[in-house]
């Protein structure tokens, strides 16, 4: 009997630190995903900054109300995705909003033009 429980205290130590780098592997790989959809999302947006500047600085064309509204319908899934697991995928809620309220402006001015 006490070789039985010798045996599984070895166990338990030796699995202890498995499990450990486990989470650590986890953890590295949420804050790479976490970093690589910050750096879509910026591009994202950026690319509708220059059309909403035009557009609020300017007074120039919008893009058509099509693709606005059609990307801003995409990002409303998006972030229906995000909210749904805020926890691991808070960045994307926050690129999904900006995105939400650029691409919505840009997409009520088209209408109004």
Same mark, same amino acid.
């Given at each position: ?9 070895? #166990?338990?130590? !030796? ?6 780098? +486990? ?9 790479? !995903? ?8 910026? &591009?994202?947006? #950026? *690319?509708? /900054?220059?059309?909403? /500047? ?25 972030? *229906?995705? *995000? ?10 809620? #926050?690129?999904?909003? +900006?995105?939400i309220c650029s691409n919505g402006f840009l997409f009520v001015y088209a &209408?109004?033009?």
């Amino acid at each position: 009997m006490k070789q039985l429980n010798k045996n599984f205290g070895i #166990v338990g130590r !030796d699995y202890l630190p498995h499990l450990e780098e +486990i989470k650590r592997i986890e953890k590295q790989k949420t804050r790479t !995903d976490n970093a690589l959809v910050f750096c879509g999302l910026i &591009l994202v947006n #950026v *690319a509708t /900054f220059p059309s909403l /500047f035009n557009v609020l600085v300017y007074g120039s064309t919008p893009p058509p109300a099509s693709l606005t509204g059609l990307v801003m319908c995409g990002l409303c899934f998006y972030m *229906a995705r *995000a909210i749904r697991n805020y926890r691991t995928e808070w960045v994307y809620a #926050v690129g999904e909003f +900006i995105g939400i309220c650029s691409n919505g402006f840009l997409f009520v001015y088209a &209408l109004t033009v």
